[in-house]
């Protein structure tokens, strides 16, 4: 059963949710937050409303077998439609893109807010500070300043500049796969004989996609 904060009416929990990051490129200087995940002590799972943030999904995951309990002790099933890794790209205290896996985030699409549970990343090693000078996130060594909005707490997230058409980007098969929408892999391969700066590395093996097969 994961459990949810009452704050609006629809938050989660569960403490066996991940939070890994790693450098995606550096962004420019005038970089601006597009958007922004919510940071909750109160929840013990990830949320993500966005199916296409996911690159792979928990097949044992029931979604009507799934209890979620607010904290007013109603108790909802169904909510959470999947579960699985998700990424999202934030943005540290130096103005840097950092791409950031939420490991066994729930997908809820009608959730309005995706969150960031802070319990859920602190068990894999991040450190939260929440004072009146300092409110930031750190793993790995990157900073991450939140800012409050309505007494809540958000980090700063974005979808790619801009300036990332102009660049030259070395990815796999599977990458430009979920990044083209999921694009059938043929059309993605022949997409590198004729796009000026894509280059698909490694093997070019069609693997099996999980989103595809399940939809």
Same mark, same amino acid.
């Given at each position: %059963?994961? $459990? ?7 938050? =989660? ?17 005038? =970089?601006? $937050?597009?958007?922004? &995940? ?5 929840? +013990?799972?990830?949320?993500? /409303? ?14 009507? /077998?799934? @209890? ?18 998700? *990424? ?10 950092v ?10 699409? +009608?959730?309005?807010? /995706?969150? %960031? ?11 939260? @500070?929440?004072?009146?000078?300092e409110?930031? &996130? ?6 991450f300043? %939140? ?6 707490? #958000? ?19 599977? #990458?430009? *796969? ?14 590198e004989?004729?796009?000026?700066g894509m ?14 097969t399940?939809?």
């Amino acid at each position: %059963m994961d $459990c949810f904060r009452n704050k609006p009416k629809d938050q =989660i929990k569960k403490a066996e949710d991940g939070f890994e990051h790693s450098v995606f490129f550096q962004a420019s200087e005038n =970089i601006t $937050c597009q958007d922004g &995940i919510l940071v909750d002590t109160g929840c +013990t799972s990830h949320v993500v /409303n966005d199916r296409e943030k996911f690159s792979s999904f928990d097949a044992t995951f029931k979604s009507l /077998n799934h @209890t979620i309990e607010l904290a007013d002790g109603s108790v909802a099933k169904g909510v959470a439609v999947k579960r699985g890794h998700a *990424h999202i790209n934030l943005i540290d205290e130096n103005n840097e893109k950092v791409e950031t896996v939420l490991k066994n985030a729930l997908y809820i699409p +009608t959730y309005p807010h /995706n969150i %960031m549970s802070v319990r859920a990343a602190t068990t894999t090693g991040a450190r939260v @500070t929440l004072s009146k000078e300092e409110n930031t &996130i750190t793993n790995a060594g990157r900073t991450f300043k %939140m800012s409050i909005i309505d007494n809540l707490y #958000y980090l700063p997230t974005t979808s790619a500049p801009r300036e990332v058409d102009k660049l030259s980007l070395v990815k796999d098969l599977q #990458y430009w *796969h979920r990044v083209l929408g999921h694009c059938n892999f043929d059309d993605v391969l022949k997409l590198e004989k004729v796009v000026d700066g894509m280059e698909i590395k490694g093997s070019k093996v069609k693997e099996t996609c999980n989103i595809c097969t399940e939809e």
